[in-house]
């Protein structure tokens, strides 16, 4: 079991590298445009002297590095955790028409399902050898580890440890992202666990069967939702849309497992793929939206470029 998700992490590992090396290839002859980062609050500008900010950090393997202050860096991504948690857990009361109106398509189909749960439980159970679903199955089974949190926050921890310390932004920041939305999506997941106590289907419970208060683990599926999240946030970092699509296909695999396995019903596969989206969604949003690209340039002879700004 060990070896399964040693391997399963390593598989999404190598398409990250792969996928964010590939982003950095130029045409043969080309000149990469230069570029500037800059702070919003006080930080310097490109000027008309063709002059720029030195980078953030230095480069290695074509990324630049953190500042390597440790400790600020420590207190930064605390401010930084503590604000997003704050900000998500406000979110409903912010929600706009539009959002409403997704709420409610996936509220209505999550009862639709929930009203077939029996028949959809047992459906898969009994096709999971067919050509269509089979291969699914088998993938599911290989990475269901993937969406075990106990199990991958090491992992993830470790991959957002040794890219920092090596300078490869992009994956500590996915990886960071990662278990930021583990910690903020994990309190509301216990407590619904906690309140609902609904019963696995291994139990021999119907679907319909609810013991509120009690001991209950099915409503809403964990895995399922650290697999969505996992998926969401590398889509935001791997921009391939074959890689994307092979993410998600892994993600709705650990979730088809967990129903064939009958440790969740359909309907908690479905809640719990939406929640963990939602949340990594939000997250990837709100760290992006931190980011702004303008161009500059400093007249004839001068240097011209993209001016990244970042506010802190």
């Known amino acids: 079991m060990k070896f399964r998700t ?50 953030y950090g230095h480069p290695v393997f074509g990324k630049t590095v953190f500042s390597r202050k440790i400790l600020k860096d420590i207190e930064f991504v605390g401010r930084t955790g503590l604000s997003d948690a704050v900000w998500l857990y406000s979110s409903p009361a912010r929600l706009s028409p539009k959002s409403l109106k997704y709420l409610a398509g996936i509220v209505a189909i999550g009862a639709g399902i ?20 089979e291969p699914f199955h088998e993938a599911g089974e290989f990475l269901e580890p993937i969406g075990r949190q106990g199990t991958m926050n090491k992992y993830i921890f470790g991959a957002a440890a040794l890219s920092y310390l090596v ?14 939305s583990y910690l903020i999506a994990g309190p509301p997941k216990v407590l619904v666990n906690r309140i609902t106590g609904r019963p696995r289907p291994l139990e021999g419970y119907s679907s319909t069967h609810w013991d509120f208060f009690e001991p209950g683990q099915s409503f809403f599926s964990g895995h399922s939702s650290h697999a969505f999240q996992i998926a969401r946030v590398m889509d935001e970092h791997i921009h391939s849309v074959p890689v994307d699509i092979l993410i998600y296909l892994c993600a709705a ?60």
Request: with cysteine; aromatic share 10%.
């Open 253 to 312: 695999s650990v979730a088809l497992q967990r129903i064939d396995s009958r440790w969740h019903w359909a309907s908690d596969v479905w809640v719990g793929s939406a929640y963990g989206y939602a949340v990594a969604d939000a997250l990837v949003g709100r760290h992006a939206a931190n980011w702004k690209v303008q161009p500059f340039s400093g007249g004839p002879g001068s240097s011209s470029g993209l001016s990244f700004s970042i506010n802190f």
């Open 167 to 180: 300078g490869f932004e992009r994956m500590a920041r996915m990886s960071a992202e990662i278990l930021e």
């Open 114 to 133: 929930y009203c077939l749960d029996d028949e959809i439980t047992n459906g898969i159970h009994r096709n999971k050898d067919h050509w269509i679903v």
């Open 6 to 55: 040693i391997t399963g992490f390593a598989i999404c590992l190598f398409i990250s590298l792969i996928s964010a090396h590939a982003g950095e290839f130029t045409p043969a002859g080309s000149v990469p445009s230069p570029l500037a980062i800059t702070q919003v609050s006080g930080g310097p500008t490109p000027d008309s002297s063709g002059s720029r900010p030195r980078p």
